[in-house]
């Protein structure tokens, strides 16, 4: 019976695949709990049906407010010169928009966040040009 060369060794003398995990044959991130219980989902599976929004929005048909968020984003990158905004960016963006966070979550987080509301007219803290020209 021929030897295995040298390249299929480990410098113990080990075969390679006695010292080698092979992460294939670990924990399937995808099927932890915590990944399947955030109301975050987005693969179907048996018996869940795509939403509306999110059919139309994988089709190419944008609602009016995808579109808006879309171009806003579009205008951040060209006006700041970024390909890739950051999440703070990102959260920048959505607060000038004119979003705020008026309603409880419904994302379940396993507790690794505390949920948090505020009024529907509060302020975006996000301090903006003109902001910075009416204060001089």
């Known amino acids: ?7 299929s060794r480990t410098s113990s003398g080990k075969e390679m ?4 995990v092979d ?14 219980d955030t109301n975050l989902e987005r693969r179907r599976g048996p018996g869940r049906r795509r939403t509306d929004f999110t059919k139309a929005a994988e089709e ?8 808006l968020f879309l171009m806003a984003i579009d205008a951040f990158k060209r006006v700041n ?5 950051t999440w703070t960016d990102v959260l920048e963006i959505v607060r000038k928009l004119g979003y705020r966070k008026t309603m409880p979550s419904t994302l379940n987080l396993g507790g690794r966040a505390e949920d948090w509301t505020e009024r529907a007219y509060a302020s975006s ?3 903006t040009i003109s902001e910075l020209d009416d204060a001089a």
């Open 1 to 7: 019976m021929p030897e295995k060369s040298n390249a």
């Open 17 to 20: 695949g006695e010292s080698v």
């Open 23 to 36: 992460r294939r044959l670990g924990i399937d991130r995808r099927s932890i709990s915590i990944a399947s």
């Open 60 to 67: 190419g048909e944008m609602s009016r407010e995808q579109f």
């Open 81 to 85: 010169d970024k390909t890739f905004p």
């Open 125 to 127: 803290g996000v301090t």
